[in-house]
């Protein structure tokens, strides 16, 4: 049965299914899951390691080297790199791309979990595995000007959190900030002395005290009963009657020797909104969950939550506004094309019911590609949508040519009308198939893509490539059966036929031109290749593509060693900065931690900084403002600057500065002067920002140093009299008190121990086993020193990176700077190697597999060309004008002032597929008219024949991606480069294909001295 017969007879049945399955897809778009990124699982794991308080030297050697070499047993691990600090530690361990990370993260735990009885006692570790769903979607900020700090903490763990865990797709919700509770016994020390008790003798008593357990059951009277021997201890008043000691002189209380009162859990982590203490709520999602569905969710149940008075609820960051910000800006663009794209066709066509066709055909594809999505598992995210704004050109293509096709042949006032409209589809569907097909395959080398570039290329990728098979299919079988019943055939004729167009006599006096005078041929050729080349050596080159997010991340590095109270003091100014910044609508500052979970150190946090809708300078200007007032106005403060997904990226990759140079010596001692040397050298290049010598120091220490002899004089060991200090300044949890929704611990302490100076210490009166009480002077001394550095690892070795940002320039012509600087004599030592790392190796990655990506597409494309002309030279001319219009990418980004980066890159990939698809819809009207006309007169013929529709679709797909190019929208700047790299393309393509290849298959053909057709002739039926 033939195409025409088929379509006849089922033409009602196809058209039903077509619009169910759309129907279907707007359903399943309600439905799909949303979020930020695509649903991809980074090959990294992170392991954080804590024992105590020693020496970054000793941690690295008794817990962190073990730990890696355990880790390295694990099947899979490419690459471990790990930072150590005093007593903590931090180990990135990256997997090859395609692994099973759940799996590998459980043998990342199994293998630590296996050396943990070697670890330092006291070891602890927690395993993480880092996905884009480690970091919030949603943040909150509760405020108090009535409520303690651990009653403002206790409303949020004890009351919100609970609401928010019934949210369906929500992972957890994390509480940071305020203050946590415990009864603190304050022991006197000279008290202590006079009654002979230690600090230990208060523990014990207080835990003996403090009983309550199940101790038997009894059966009386056919009866269970449970005994329990209770003897909790309910308050502070309880406390204070703890004995301690009897003898024949009376009873010793714990409130004779100590003062009993309410206080707080140390910390080292402070956080505060906008410049005020503040408990922060994070909450985060699970890997399949709706950020937008979960943000709402969130955001009612906190709307129907009545706070107490004086309490503020603030939303300083919501990742969804992001997300459905972008879904409206794709929303947006297809609209605006539809509305060019009807445009166009009216003005070409002149008929409001073939507009329209087109018009209804368009979403109708579009809602079954999200139907597929859906199927393949897939979500909404700036990928996706990206990708479905960017194919609604190619969609309305497709759709073009058909309806154009079927116009020119069944809008002829001989030989047309509605019984022409099946033949005339079934006559074009061999063309419209290879066109789709040129398109279609360059989609296949891009999915195959590796790394963070295939990870969201195959979202992109996947998205158009269902998209235009949906197009093809939509084209061929369910837009011919709608022109056959909407198009009156015999009251409207193809106006092409009636109107002497002024495009026809333009094109037919350049080709007449290029025909005669061939040797034009070089005049255009040669200066565009030039100016190619030219762009090709000036434009700028990055890592993923810019966009204006509403926001950025700062992380701050104060003076090593700083006190939380002095580091907060000094920070103070660069909140005062932020609120004076007019764009600036809030921000929240953590202190001693970060969003990416970075080790926690004392002189240490970060920013999140929310500027307000509309702001009137762009978020780079504002992030260069901060940066500029920061480094100029507090001296010995550091800060590094990021915008949302370039901060997230890039912790998700572990380095997020696009410069890293690792430093490798042999000496481990030369890392650090070297560092910092190429640091301050750095400083010279134009560019070259926010440059970090790599150098991290743990702040100065106070060295304890107990002489063993003297220690058991007293009666003592080495241990005992460490722990004695260990008790006396860190304090010792003694015992729990239970309340109505928390327990509350009862810490036992030297009061003030934390503020004490080096004489007090040494005068810290320790307890013998025999009874008697000696200062610490009289076993050990005390000395100074100075800060260690953080010893950072990669594969077993010590390195120190030093890395720095880039601000006003191209990745690529910084880098070129840094490796010259690098390479002059004397910069490095003899035995000093050094590799490059950070977004800049990550570049580098990418666009080797971008460039292989390419080459894969210029063959997929040939193979394409041979298969339907059966012509190695008919197939090498058109590649050769395919591969041609890239050259006007280059002059495009170059005049744009865009970066080349990934999404660039795939555009330019794509102009291979889609200039062949353009070639494609010009060789087959040629094949097709070479049987019966001379070459001359059918090269000429079929480029006349194609000047409209060829016109249409270029003109067509350069309006629906203008929106896109013009980063209209949130988030529409991701895809921006990738819709200038289209529009250029194209726009060279289009006299190419008209005017050019002709012109090239002309020379050929005479070259060849033989018919052209007799060679071409082959291809099509």
């Excluded at 099947?75 to 180990?91: E, F, L, Y």
């Excluded at 005062?576 to 979970?597: D, N």
Aim: proline content about 5%.
């Amino acid at each position: 049965m033939s195409m025409p017969s088929f379509l006849a007879r089922h033409a009602r049945a196809i058209v039903i299914v077509a619009f169910a399955l759309a129907l279907a897809g707007l359903a399943s778009s309600f439905t799909l899951p949303v979020g930020l990124f695509p649903q991809v699982s980074f090959p990294r794991v992170v392991v954080d390691l804590d024992a105590g308080d020693r020496p970054a030297d000793q941690t690295a050697l008794l817990l962190t080297r073990p730990v890696e070499e355990a880790i390295r047993t694990v099947p899979g691990v490419a690459n471990v790199r790990s930072d150590t600090t005093r007593g903590s530690a931090q180990i990135s361990v990256d997997f090859g791309w395609g692994r099973d990370m759940i799996a590998s993260t459980l043998q990342v735990d199994a293998a630590i979990a296996r050396v943990l009885p070697s670890l330092p006692a006291g070891a602890t570790y927690n395993v993480r595995r880092m996905d884009p769903t480690v970091f919030p979607i949603i943040s909150y900020a509760l405020q108090s000007d009535t409520l303690s700090p651990v009653a403002l903490r206790d409303l949020a763990q004890y009351q919100i959190v609970p609401l928010l865990a019934s949210v369906e797709g929500l992972s957890r919700v994390d509480v940071q900030g305020g203050e946590t509770a415990e009864l603190q016994v304050d022991a006197d020390a000279r008290k202590l002395a006079q009654y002979g008790l230690g600090l230990d003798d208060l523990v014990s008593a207080l835990s003996a005290a403090n009983q309550l357990e199940a101790v038997g059951r009894l059966q009386d009277r056919n009866q269970l009963y449970l005994v329990v021997a209770d003897h909790s201890l309910q308050h502070i008043e309880a406390l204070r009657k703890v004995v301690l000691k009897s003898d024949p002189h009376g009873w010793v209380h714990l409130g004779d020797v100590a003062d009993i009162h309410a206080g707080y859990v140390p910390q080292w982590v402070k956080v505060s909104e906008d410049g005020k203490p503040a408990v922060l709520l994070n909450v985060y999602e699970q890997p399949d969950g709706n950020a937008v569905q979960i943000a709402r969710a969130v955001r009612q149940k906190l709307a129907a939550f009545r706070l107490p008075a004086g309490v503020k609820l603030k939303n300083w960051y919501d990742q969804s506004n992001l997300v459905v910000d972008s879904a409206h800006s794709v929303r947006d663009a297809v609209l605006i094309g539809l509305l060019l794209a009807a445009a166009v066709l009216l003005l070409f066509l002149r008929n409001l019911r073939v507009t329209l066709i087109a018009m209804v055909v368009v979403p109708l594809t579009l809602a079954v590609t999200v139907l597929l999505l859906q199927v393949f598992g897939m979500s909404f995210n700036i990928m996706t949508l990206g990708g479905i704004a960017a194919a609604v050109g190619l969609v309305i293509d497709d759709v073009i040519v058909m309806v154009e096709h079927v116009a020119r042949r069944a809008g002829t006032q001989e030989g047309g009308g509605r019984e022409a409209v099946l033949p005339a589809a079934r006559e074009f569907l061999a063309p419209l198939t290879g066109s789709s097909l040129a398109t279609l395959i360059v989609f296949i080398p891009l999915g195959l893509l590796g790394g963070v570039t295939g990870s969201f290329s195959k979202a992109l990728s996947l998205t158009m490539a269902a998209a235009l098979t949906v197009s093809w299919l939509v084209s061929a079988w369910v837009v011919p059966p709608l022109l056959r019943w909407l198009v009156d055939f015999r009251r409207w004729h193809d106006p092409g036929f009636t109107h002497d167009q002024w495009l026809s006599r333009w094109h037919g006096r350049l080709y007449d031109g290029l025909a005669r005078r061939p040797a034009w041929l070089l005049a255009i050729v040669v200066p565009l290749l030039l100016v190619g080349g030219i762009a090709y050596t000036h434009v700028a080159t990055g890592f993923m593509p810019d966009a204006d997010e509403g926001g950025f991340v700062m992380d701050y590095y104060a003076k090593p060693g700083r006190s939380l109270p002095e580091t907060e003091r000094q920070i103070g100014q660069i909140d005062a900065i932020l609120r004076k910044t007019p764009e600036v609508a809030t921000f929240s500052r953590r202190l001693g931690t970060g969003l990416g979970g970075e080790l926690g150190q004392s002189y240490h946090g970060d920013y999140f900084v929310r500027l307000k809708p509309d702001h009137a300078r762009s978020t780079e200007d504002v992030m260069s403002d901060v940066r500029q007032q920061v480094e100029s106005g507090i001296p010995g403060v550091q800060v590094e600057l990021a915008q949302l997904m370039e901060d997230l990226i890039g912790d998700l990759t572990a380095v997020p500065q696009p410069i890293e140079i690792k430093l490798y010596a042999v000496d481990p001692a030369q890392l650090v002067p070297q560092a910092q040397k190429i640091a301050k050298a750095l400083a010279d290049i134009p560019g070259v920002v926010e440059i970090k010598d790599g150098v991290q120091l743990a702040g100065d220490a106070l060295k304890v140093q107990v002489d063993g002899d003297k220690a058991m004089v007293e009666g003592m060991t080495v241990g005992a009299v460490t722990q004695a200090v260990d008790s006396a300044l860190t304090g010792v949890i003694a015992t729990q008190i239970p309340q109505a929704t928390k327990s509350v611990g009862v810490r036992v302490r030297m009061p003030d121990a934390m503020q004490w100076r080096e004489p007090q210490l040494l005068a810290l009166p320790i307890r013998a086993p025999d009874g008697h009480v000696f200062p610490l002077s009289r076993v050990a001394t005390i000395a100074t020193e100075n800060g260690q550095p953080q010893i950072s690892r990669e594969n077993l070795q010590q390195m120190v990176a030093v890395t720095a940002r880039i601000e006003g320039r191209g990745m690529g012509a910084a880098v070129a700077d840094v490796k010259q600087l690098l390479a002059k004599p004397g910069m490095l030592d003899a035995d000093m190697r050094y590799e490059l790392g950070g977004l800049y190796q990550q570049q580098q990655i990418a666009f080797v597999g971008l460039t292989k990506v390419f080459l894969m597409a210029l063959v997929a494309e040939f193979v394409l060309l041979l298969f339907l002309y059966g012509r190695p030279g008919l197939a090498v001319i058109v590649m050769a004008c395919s591969l041609f219009s890239a050259t006007a990418v280059f002059i495009a980004l170059w005049l744009c002032g865009v970066d080349l980066n990934i999404t660039a890159m795939m555009g330019m990939t794509m102009i291979i597929g889609m200039g062949t698809e353009m070639a494609i819809f010009y060789v087959s009207e040629y094949v097709t008219l070479a049987r019966t006309l001379p070459p001359h007169e059918a090269l000429r013929t079929a480029s006349r024949d194609r000047l409209r529709p060829i016109t249409m679709t270029t003109l067509a797909a350069i309006l629906t991606l203008l929106p896109l190019a013009l980063a209209l929208g949130a988030g529409a700047g991701i895809q921006q480069p990738l819709a200038i790299a289209i529009i250029a393309g194209l726009t060279l393509q289009y006299p190419l294909v008209l005017l050019v290849l002709p012109t090239l298959i002309g020379l050929a053909a005479r070259r060849s001295h033989r018919p052209d057709e007799g060679r071409v002739t082959k291809a099509l039926p």
